[in-house]
């Protein structure tokens, strides 16, 4: 039995580096990015923007995701996600005892809400963004421990950055996503 306990230890450490590696990666890959570039030249317009913005994530090769963007409401400073019908199932399976997404009549899934206010880049402290903080206690664990920032980079367009809390004020950098109307 004791033995059966150190393969299962040492697989779960293996396990555990090979995901802090794979991080480590992306978090890499995200620095060396041209949109790193394109974000630190980004402004902010003085508000988070207002209504739906259709997005487009910039992971693992720009690879199709099921997120459809965004959803602001400006004037009380939150918004949320929204997602395809697949997202929408993949979200029940990932947080199933997430209770606060709503399902509109597209079949799309609206989900993990998050607040809105400005401040300096998280790993550019030289840009001000606008902040997309998703550490309420109504979202999932996993949820809570991401911060988006955003920019205005055109005329109702912006780029964003992911970030994911990893211990303390420590962050890494999963990668990017554009949102335009």
Known sequence: MRSY?????????????????????????????????EFTKGTITGSAPSGFYP??????????????????????????????PTGGTILSYATPFYSKSTVDTAGNTHAYYFKTYEGYGIKDPNTKV??????????????????????????????????????GDHYITLGYFGLKK
Not at 132 to 159: C, H, M, Q, T
Request: zero cysteines; hydrophobic letters at 45%; glycine letters at 6%.
């Open 5 to 37: 306990i150190k393969k299962i230890s040492k697989i779960l450490v293996i396990i555990l580096i090979l995901f802090v590696a794979f991080l480590g990666i992306l978090n890499f890959a995200s620095t060396q990015s041209s949109y790193q570039t």
């Open 55 to 84: 997005g487009k994530a910039h992971v693992l090769g720009d690879a199709d995701v099921p997120w459809l963007g965004k959803s602001f409401d400006s004037k009380n400073q939150n918004g949320h996600n929204l997602f395809s």
């Open 130 to 167: 606008i902040k997309l903080d998703y550490s309420s206690p109504e979202n999932p664990w996993i949820i809570r421990i991401i911060l988006d920032e955003i920019v205005a980079v055109g005329k109702n367009e912006y780029l964003g950055k992911i970030h994911l809390k990893i211990f």
